[in-house]
Nanobody
């Protein structure tokens, strides 16, 4: 099992940047593909970004391509989401998620992930 704890959320003006972090417990972090999801009030949870267990493959939702970057540090059991050029519509609770995966696999849907963090609030003001 793996436990996930997000941090780095907050209030930022439109056009600004935030970096979210997700700390994972356990000694087998490098066996897990990781993802970031978000959920705004009244909306369904949506995929934001995913990264393979080795960090060599990734994918993004169209709405964040070119603005967000997912990365990981397997030595530190960490995954990050760098968010630039933030928009009001990026406001949501952001969660990281993990699943055991083969090499190179990026999971794109929430039902593929077995482990979830509690989330961190990101609020973008106009």
């Amino acid at each position: 099992q793996v436990q996930l704890v997000e941090s780095g959320g907050g209030l930022v003006q439109a056009g600004g940047s935030l970096r979210l972090s997700c700390a994972a417990s356990g000694r087998t972090f490098s066996r897990y593909a990781m993802g970031w999801f978000r959920q705004a009030p009244g909306n369904e949870r949506e995929f934001v970004a995913g990264i393979s267990r080795g960090g060599g493959s990734w994918d993004y939702a169209d709405s964040v391509k070119g603005r967000f970057t997912i990365s990981r540090d397997n030595a530190k059991n960490m995954v990050y989401l760098q968010m630039n050029s933030l928009k009001v519509e990026d406001t949501a609770v952001y969660c990281c998620a993990a699943r055991l995966s083969p090499l190179g696999y990026v999971a794109l849907t929430d039902r593929e992930y077995a482990y979830w963090g509690q989330g961190t609030q990101v609020t973008v003001s106009s």
